[in-house]
């Protein structure tokens, strides 16, 4: 049996809503911790790293994260957002998480929709380049829900299949 590691790192709960689901999701032995708490990864045969996009970009923490983890080593990413599900800004923020680990086996991705906070949506209303995005943006307000939980358990399930299956 494998142990798996559950890495995140949130700042408006959204992506800590999803970690915990793939956590509950997963068997045996795993672990779930903030970026900030992991010292190392070399005790984990498969590490589950989750973040939130912010202005179309994977927020600092995640990238320094990302840069250390040693080749080879198995993971999956997933991620919340405030854009459609499978909008260009959210595939172009996976594809540089995962130039950021290239020396990593990505296995999978995953990404839902996250609540913007109201200050952030009322701030970027005001600025015409943005305007359209928060109008869009504010519907999800209600995310992520059960439906997406479901789905990240689901994810995560497939992930330790097709790690299991490399062995």
């Known amino acids: ?13 959204n992506t800590l809503k999803v970690a915990e689901s793939i956590y509950e999701a997963l068997p045996g032995e795993k672990q779930i911790n903030t970026f900030s708490e992991i010292k190392s990864l070399d005790a984990f045969d498969l590490v589950y790293i989750g973040f ?6 994977i927020p600092k923490q995640a990238q320094d994260f990302l840069k250390k983890v040693p080749k080879n080593k198995k993971i999956a990413l997933f991620s919340t957002h405030g854009a459609l599900t499978g909008s260009q800004l959210s595939r172009e923020a996976l594809e540089h998480a995962t130039v950021l680990a290239s020396g990593a086996q990505v296995l999978g991705t995953y990404t839902c929709r ?9 701030r970027l209303q005001t600025r015409p380049e943005h305007k359209a ?15 997406d939980l479901k789905e990240a358990k689901v994810f995560a399930k497939w992930v330790r299949d097709k790690a299991a299956a490399k062995k």
């Open 1 to 13: 049996m494998s142990k798996a590691l559950v890495a995140y790192y949130t700042q408006t709960g």
């Open 52 to 57: 939130p996009i912010h202005s179309h970009n």
């Open 114 to 122: 996250g609540r913007v906070p109201y200050s952030v949506l009322e």
């Open 133 to 147: 995005w928060a109008e869009m943006a504010a519907s999800a307000r209600n995310h992520p829900d059960a439906t």
